[in-house]
């Protein structure tokens, strides 16, 4: 999976574990994707990278990220 992809897929994953409390992936495949992402990222990180967002009471804007995509 590109760094590209995997940013999607995460954010997308967010949105279903957040949004819709409907899981696509366990907890901990998640944090090994995360940090999977986070090593490709280095110091070359894009504010728009999943490692970025602060999850929580709003939830994950997935449509919004999607749109600008």
């Known amino acids: ?7 999607r897929y995460l954010i997308k994953c ?3 574990y957040y949004n819709q ?3 696509l ?5 998640f944090d ?11 110091d ?3 504010p728009t990278s999943p490692t ?3 999850y929580g009471e709003r939830g994950v804007q997935y449509e ?3 749109k600008e995509r």
């Open 52 to 54: 970025q967002m602060i």
């Open 44 to 46: 070359n990180i894009d």
């Open 21 to 23: 409390a409907n899981p």
């Open 64 to 66: 919004d990220w999607a």
């Open 32 to 42: 090994m994707l995360f940090k999977e992402l986070q090593t490709m990222e280095g």
């Open 1 to 7: 999976m590109t760094q590209e992809e995997l940013k």
């Open 14 to 16: 967010c949105y279903w």
């Open 25 to 29: 992936i366990s907890d901990y495949k």
